[in-house]
Nanobody, 123 residues
Framework: VQLVESGGGLVQAGGSLRLSCAAS????????MAWFRQAPGKEREFVAA????????HYADSVQGRFTISRDNAKNTVYLQMNSLKPEDTAVYYC?????????????????WGEGTLVTVSS
């Protein structure tokens, strides 16, 4: 599976962005998907996860209520809607896929990674 993120950019605090993660090479419908992020000088961290059919989601406390993960298996795409952005949300955002039907919450269990898209939130 090849994953390509898009939708990153520069936004002011309080603004919104929607990230997309498009997959090719294999259908995503049998994969749990997740978003992670890595800020400069920090370790990569979990942001949000969604199970294979979108029925289950989970969020990091830091983004709960502001971010929404969703997926469209017909389009082989996963999304991360980010609202009320804060400067501390600045990071490279990565999508990842794990072949399982539950929720994929940890870095080390992911089977495939995208190259990332940069999100910069100015104050």
């Amino acid at each position: 599976v090849q994953l390509v993120e898009s939708g990153g950019g520069l936004v002011q605090a309080g603004g919104s962005l929607r990230l997309s993660c498009a997959a090719s090479g294999r259908t995503l419908s049998s994969y749990a998907m997740a978003w992670f992020r890595q800020a400069p000088g920090k370790e990569r961290e979990f942001v949000a996860a969604i199970n294979w059919n979108g029925g289950l989601t989970h969020y990091a406390d830091s983004v709960q209520g502001r971010f929404t993960i969703s997926r469209d298996n017909a389009k082989n795409t996963v999304y991360l809607q980010m609202n009320s952005l804060k400067p501390e949300d600045t990071a490279v955002y990565y999508c990842a896929a794990d072949r399982q039907y539950g929720l994929a919450l940890t870095l080390h269990g992911m089977d495939f990674w995208g190259e990332g898209t940069l999100v910069t939130v100015s104050s």
